[in-house]
């Protein structure tokens, strides 16, 4: 149990679009979910903390309007990325803590290639 | 502010010879320490926790405060072992927040 899926795995996308990337818990329910940004050969970068039915957490730097998060139930968070431009390029990962699961075990998504041309 | 730093990027090893990958943290406060691991085209996955002071696939770690580490060691190093591993912190009252390393390449040759 306690996988996490991500959707879509890859996409391109044109300057100046938007693009939605999906995370969910397929088997168990997700009150908190994270989302990462990974550079190439560099770690993983918190970009926010989302929360079931509230407002996402975003670390500093990050930009709430330009990275757009929406967690509206308890198995599924959503990021979109606005306006995107090329430098948003990068792997986006999702996490989630399961309710139950040991502290500081978080499942991880596959991750998601944004291409932005 | 919270830092996790790994030193190696690359860790090249012999099958069979003894592995330490190391982490040092930066935390003022009672950190829990974690290594996740990635193994080729596939997701990051806990490994060990510091708490549980489990050995998982043959590797340990331990806290030490005093050097501010979280070396992750193996005996003897298998060609599976072969993978991205990364060093977390998860700070007191932060939800399960963590703060990641920048990530070990450990290789493990024939």
């Known amino acids: 149990g306690a996988v996490v899926s991500q959707h879509p795995s890859r996409v391109i996308c044109k300057s100046g679009t938007s693009v939605k990337i999906e995370c969910r818990s397929l088997d168990f329910q997700a009150t908190t979910m994270f989302w990462y940004r990974q550079f190439p050969k560099q770690s993983l970068m918190l970009m926010a903390t989302s929360n079931e039915g509230s407002k996402a957490t975003y670390e500093q730097g990050v930009e709430k309007d330009k990275f757009l998060i929406n967690h509206a139930s308890l198995t599924l968070s959503t990021l979109t990325v606005t306006s995107a431009h090329p430098e948003d390029s990068s792997f986006y990962i999702c996490?989630?803590?399961?309710?139950?699961?040991?502290?500081?075990?978080?499942?991880f998504g596959e991750g998601s290639r944004l291409t932005v041309l | 502010a919270q830092r996790v730093t790994q030193p190696e990027k690359l860790l090249s090893v012999f099958k069979g010879a003894p592995v330490e990958l190391k982490c040092n943290y930066s935390?003022?406060?009672?950190?829990?320490l974690f290594w996740y691991v990635q193994y080729s085209r596939q997701r990051l996955q806990l490994l060990l926790r510091h708490i549980s002071r489990e050995s998982i696939k043959g590797f340990t770690a331990d806290l030490n405060k005093g050097e501010t580490s979280f070396h992750l060691k193996k005996p003897f190093a298998q060609e599976e072992d072969s993978a991205m591993y990364y060093c977390a912190l998860k700070l007191t009252g932060g939800g399960n927040k963590l703060t990641f390393g920048t990530g070990t390449q450990l290789k493990v040759e024939l």
């Open positions: 996490s989630a803590t399961r309710q139950g699961a040991g502290t500081g075990e978080l499942f």
């Open positions: 935390y003022s406060g009672s950190p829990e």
